[in-house]
Structures are given as C-alpha cells and as structure tokens.
C-alpha cells in the first residue's frame, strides 16, 4: 500500500485491520491500510464491507464506515 501516492480522501472497499471489523474472518479488515494511514495520513478513509455505519479517528484520519449512503460536506 506504500506505493499509493499520497491523498486527502482514500476510499476503500474494506477497512484498516483493526477498525470496524467485524468477529468473522470474512469481515477482517487490511494490514496494507493500517500502513498507509500512518505513512501518509490522509484526512479521511471511507469504505463499506461491515455493514455498519460508524467513524473513528485512527492518528490523523478519519475512518468512516458508510452501510447504504453517507452524504458528507468536505
């Protein structure tokens, strides 16, 4: 994941490793993007897959799951 460039906004299908997972395998989120969150800090992380709608703040970004639709001033 540290061959991503730098942004402001990533957006993925599943979560970082760690944040919004669920207790099924199938549901574990990325190591790749725990790395990237720290390497390079972008301000938000969205992504879907856990089937909740929650936000956390992990070091400098904010991770927000989105189940359904978020609409979000930026």
Not at 3 to 9: E, K, R, S, T
Not at 46 to 68: L, M, P, S
Request: net charge negative; glycine share 6%.
């Amino acid at each position: 994941m540290s061959a991503f460039p730098p942004v402001d906004i990533f957006i993925s299908h599943n979560s970082p490793r760690g944040i919004h997972e669920r207790n099924d395998d199938a549901y574990a989120g990325f190591d790749g993007l725990v790395n990237y969150l720290f390497e390079h800090k972008p301000k938000y992380l969205f992504h879907g897959h856990q089937h909740i709608n929650r936000e956390t703040v992990c070091d400098a970004t904010k991770v927000i799951c989105v189940y359904g639709w978020k609409v979000m001033e930026i």
